[in-house]
């Protein structure tokens, strides 16, 4: 199973994967020179999720505190508010690889390949999953210091003053698509007891990565202000910066292929937690039956539902209270049922 | 049953052979027949300690079982044979039967052609000992016992073939090794059910828990002080008779950036040269694919100085990018395939004419473009930055070069994450196969691409089971 150290390593990987693609353009539409206050919201209350979410597989994971039935139940509803994100959120990945790397329209090849290999992936199980993100952290620094050594843009930092000059909308106006972007849900399902590590590694790389798509938010804005919110790929635009075509090659595609590798480890590890929910209370075979549904639904969804970004954002958010259920009221409760079945288990200890 | 039918049973059970020598010594007491492989056996000593002395006792006493012992001088182990077809194996094996009317003895006094000690060409060495495996697995032994001078070093050996019968030997530092691993290596050494072993490669394809795997799963030397060390680490080998390689168990990744030789150098020179290796094993596999994903699709991701040389020296080209870089690369296979094949003294004219003419002709004829050639001559020598992977990696850049050249640098990573999944799963006998890094190993990791040094490394590799973890200090006492 994961460890600790792994979850931390692959969360901050993995969080930025959809937050930065279109999230803050939409972020910049309804808060303006605020949407980074507005992006640190909504990543706020995702970390304040991941309290409950820790404690929860700390206590065994929903497998261990909840009655078979029950466990049944959520499981089955995770796996298809999971396939619904996915769809969603893999509209704008879909979107934007096609528009970068190729000349035609290669959406349908692009979605069925990452679906395919996020498959095998996922197919390896949460544990290789854990070891592939410890991997792609190099990368990963890899892309952080291109961003940092190369960097050509001018951001004029006095763009995103003044601060809340709206007040508390500026803070709370992307939530209702902020919500869907929570990404800790699956890790209920972990059974943490085996690793008495300390939990704040992961709670420090969660806030790093927060930083890092703060910070990415800000020099977005700083840079971009008049346009920020027409910008279809947040990533594109920055990673333009570090271009030096005539000098050493397009350096913004060092962080295009560092984004693919976290998006394909993202999908796998949703993949890899829907086989390890199902094959919980079912077997190996009905799990990888299930995942692979999972994908096809997918391709299918991207190719003939939601076949524009905007489209798939008008549904997420007609959807956000769905998200809420799933990313805050869930966990909250899986979380006092934990503790009740602590104290149970003590109680009758005692007698 | 008497001398005489008992030497008639045992030549039928030996069958027709010429170096099959039946011997009679006779004296006024009695006759005892040597029977034996007059291939195989010191004759000098043959004469001097069993023939002279059998012969002296015969004169004086009648030959029973105890006086025979007696009186042969050679300090080899006599053992009574249960029965006549466990004295045709073991003659078979280079034995000497001694047959009497009360019994029948072996004894040993093999005398067997080999090979001297040498460099071995796997495993060349600038600074470190030069001294390389043979076929002769006493030799072996003998190279490694004066390397550990411990009787920790336990060799324990077990017959394998039902033809060839080749010792196989398991050697582990009793203490260090960990059981469950010995176990289980020994369990797949015992369970080998084969006619015939003629080589380590034979037992490694028993003892690899993932046999279907490209990558291999049990480490490979010809080198007694890398055995050592790998022996200290707290691993187990596996020596067999007729073959220069030994085998290392559990085996991962990371070893085949090491080499012996790094241990003998600077700290910083072995970082920078496992760097390079690492760097040359990439390219080898990654930089077709990656042409042929620029050329297809991502052309922008060129320079563009650099783009217009492209573009200049692949223009008229009759095939597509992927077509022309499959094209090398399976001459590449065909010429290095043929090199390795030929007899020596043509292999390199073949090898140069058909890399200067294929390559020359090709580009002046306009068939493949020069870049084409020249990234494949780049991923050529990078694969042999990993000699032992060489073969692997080759596969695996074809693989990527079609993938590239249909789905470009989005398929090319999607595969790249594909292949570091699969082998994030793969263990070998409990070490998962990409530690110290999937999963991370700290205290392992001064032994990785950086190199610590020698005297920081105060522990044994935590990546794999074993004992007696401290390396350096106090505690370690064996």
């Given at each position: ?351 | ?172 530092l009793?203490g260090i090794a960990d ?50 060390g790998k022996l200290l680490e707290g691993r ?16 991962l990744?990371i ?176 070490a998962?196969?990409?530690a110290p890094?999937?999963?991370i190993v700290r205290e392992d990791l001064k032994d990785g691409?950086?190199f610590a040094g020698l005297d920081k490394m105060k522990f044994r590799p935590k990546s794999f089971p074993h004992h007696n973890r401290v390396r350096i200090g106090e505690e370690n006492d064996?």
């Amino acid at each position: 199973m994961m460890n600790k150290r792994q979850i931390a390593l692959l969360l901050l990987v993995i969080m930025p994967v959809y937050k930065v693609s279109t999230l803050p353009s939409y972020l910049a539409s309804v808060a303006e020179n605020d949407m980074w206050l507005s992006m640190l919201v909504v990543q706020g209350l995702e970390i304040f999720t991941l309290i409950p979410i820790l404690l929860v597989a700390t206590r065994g994971g929903l497998k261990n505190i909840l009655p078979k039935f029950v466990y049944v139940v959520i499981a089955c509803i995770c796996v298809l508010w999971w396939t619904l994100r996915l769809g969603m959120l893999n509209t704008d990945v879909v979107h934007y690889v096609s528009k970068i790397l190729f000349e035609h329209d290669k959406r349908l090849l692009i979605i069925s390949l990452l679906m395919l290999g996020s498959l095998y992936v996922a197919s390896r199980g949460v544990r290789s999953i854990g070891r592939v993100a410890e991997l792609t952290i190099y990368p990963f620094a890899l892309l952080v210091v291109v961003f940092v050594i190369f960097n050509k843009g001018q951001p004029d930092f006095s763009e995103i003053l003044p601060i809340c000059d709206r007040g508390v909308s500026s803070l709370t106006a992307g939530l209702n698509l902020g919500v869907w972007f929570g990404d800790f849900l699956p890790l209920m399902f972990l059974d943490l007891r085996g690793d008495e590590s300390s939990s704040a590694k992961i709670y420090i790389s969660v806030i790093v990565a927060t930083v890092l798509e703060v910070l990415l938010c800000i020099v977005f804005i700083a840079t971009y202000k008049s346009v920020a919110s027409s910008t279809d790929s947040v990533l594109s635009r920055l990673m333009n910066q570090v271009i030096l075509s005539s000098e050493v090659g397009r350096l913004d595609y060092v962080g295009i292929i560092v984004w693919i590798m976290a998006t394909i480890l993202y999908v796998s590890y949703i993949l890899a937690f829907v086989k390890k929910a199902v094959q919980d209370f079912s077997n190996y075979k009905v799990a990888m039956i299930v995942i692979s549904a999972i994908s096809v639904a997918i391709v299918i969804i991207n190719e003939y539902v939601w076949t524009a970004v905007h489209q798939a954002y008008a549904t997420a958010l007609s959807l956000w209270w769905v998200a809420i259920v799933m990313h805050y009221i869930l966990p909250i409760c899986m979380m006092i049922v934990a503790l009740r079945r602590k104290n149970e288990y003590t109680l009758k200890t005692q007698v | 049953m008497d001398r005489k039918t008992r030497v008639e049973i045992l030549s039928q059970l030996l069958g027709k052979c010429f170096d099959i020598e039946v011997r009679d010594i006779e004296g006024e007491k009695g006759t005892i027949t040597l029977v034996y492989a007059d291939v195989i056996v010191d004759k000098d000593i043959l004469a001097r300690d069993l023939v002279t002395p059998l012969q002296d006792m015969l004169d004086t006493t009648s030959p029973t079982l105890e006086k025979v012992v007696e009186s042969i001088l050679t300090p080899a182990r006599i053992t009574e044979a249960h029965d006549l077809k466990e004295a045709s194996v073991k003659v078979a094996d280079g034995s000497i039967a001694i047959i009497t009317d009360s019994g029948v003895l072996l004894t040993v006094l093999k005398k067997v052609a080999h090979r001297p000690v040498g460099e071995p060409p796997t495993g060349t060495s600038v600074k470190g000992p030069r001294e390389g495996f043979t076929e002769e697995l006493r030799a072996n032994v003998s190279l490694l016992r004066r390397k550990l001078k411990t009787p920790m070093l336990t060799l324990e050996k077990h017959v394998v073939g039902k033809y060839t019968r080749t010792d196989v030997v398991i050697c582990y530092l009793r203490g260090i090794a960990d059981e469950e691993i010995i176990g289980k290596v020994r369990d797949k050494v015992v369970g080998i059910d084969i006619d015939g072993v003629l080589d380590a490669s034979y037992i490694s394809h028993y003892l690899e828990e993932e046999p279907n795997s490209i990558f291999r799963h049990t480490g490979t030397t010809e080198k007694p002080d890398i055995l050592a060390g790998k022996l200290l680490e707290g691993r187990v080998a596996i020596l067999v008779d007729g073959s220069p390689i030994a085998l290392t168990l559990p085996f991962l990744f990371i070893e085949d950036m090491q080499d012996g030789d790094d241990y003998y150098k600077k700290d910083y020179r072995i970082t920078f040269e496992r760097i390079i290796r690492l760097m040359g094993a990439t390219m080898a596999v990654i930089i077709p694919a990656i042409y042929v994903a620029l050329q297809e699709f991502q052309y922008q991701f060129v320079p563009l100085k650099f783009l217009i040389t492209l573009l200049n020296a692949t223009s008229g080209i009759p095939l597509t990018p992927t077509l022309e870089m499959l094209t090398v690369l399976l001459l590449f296979e065909v010429l290095n395939e043929t090199s390795v094949r030929m007899p020596k003294y043509v292999g390199m004219a073949i090898s140069v004419v058909g890399a200067i003419v294929l390559g020359d002709t090709a580009v002046n004829a306009g068939l493949l473009g020069s870049p084409a050639v020249l990234v494949t001559a780049i991923s050529g020598i990078g694969l042999y930055c990993v000699p032992d992977d060489a073969g692997t990696f080759s596969l695996l850049r074809l693989v990527y070069v079609c993938i590239a050249g249909v789905t470009g640098i989005f398929g090319l990573v999607l595969g790249v994450m594909v292949l570091l999944a699969y082998l994030a799963k793969s263990n070998s006998y409990g070490a998962p196969y990409l530690a110290p890094y999937a999963p991370i190993v700290r205290e392992d990791l001064k032994d990785g691409v950086f190199f610590a040094g020698l005297d920081k490394m105060k522990f044994r590799p935590k990546s794999f089971p074993h004992h007696n973890r401290v390396r350096i200090g106090e505690e370690n006492d064996e």
